[in-house]
């Protein structure tokens, strides 16, 4: 696999690949602190700048240490075409495991939902979307809000 060395400044997170309202990046952190980038992120160029749609974690934790140790200067980065959204959808869910996605927190479920992310619906048939489902009058059913779209009610806001 070849990548390129991107500059830190120029890449920045797709939004429509992001799966989590926040990510927990201090382990990656360290393992990149101490033996480097192992991966690359995939990424294409848009207006001079880089957008990571596959490697989020790895995009987070790099950026945090720039911040915060000023290193490294570069991410490892697989450039392909700009994809359209059914292409990335396919590449994000290969990307992101059954494992990753059952580690996803009831806010980081709503978020997919409420963003219409491509993996709501592959997450729906595998039941990952049940912890919505608490019992609680706030929550809806999972089959709620598997067809509710980008607003809480079924309609955009």
């Keep these: 696999m070849s990548y390129q060395k991107i500059p830190i400044g120029k890449a920045e997170a797709d939004p429509e690949a992001q799966s989590r309202i926040i ?23 848009k207006g001079g ?6 490697g989020m974690r790895r995009l987070y934790a790099i950026k945090n240490l720039y911040e915060t140790k000023g290193k490294p200067e570069t991410i490892k980065a697989e450039i392909t075409a700009e ?7 396919k590449i994000i869910i290969e990307e992101n495991s059954e494992k990753a996605r059952k ?4 806010y980081d479920k709503i978020w997919l939902v409420w963003q219409d992310s491509p993996l709501v619906e592959e ?4 039941g990952l979307l049940s912890s919505l489902n608490s019992g609680h009058p706030n929550y809806a059913t999972e089959s709620r809000w598997k067809n509710c779209g980008n607003g809480m009610n079924g309609t955009r806001s």
């Design 23 to 45: 990510y927990d990046v201090k382990d990656l952190m360290k393992s990149i602190e101490t033996v480097g980038q192992l991966e690359p992120v995939l990424a294409y160029e």
């Design 49 to 54: 700048k880089y957008y990571v749609y596959v």
């Design 83 to 89: 994809l359209d959204r059914e292409t990335k959808r």
């Design 103 to 106: 580690n996803l927190t009831v």
């Design 123 to 126: 997450m729906a048939e595998e």
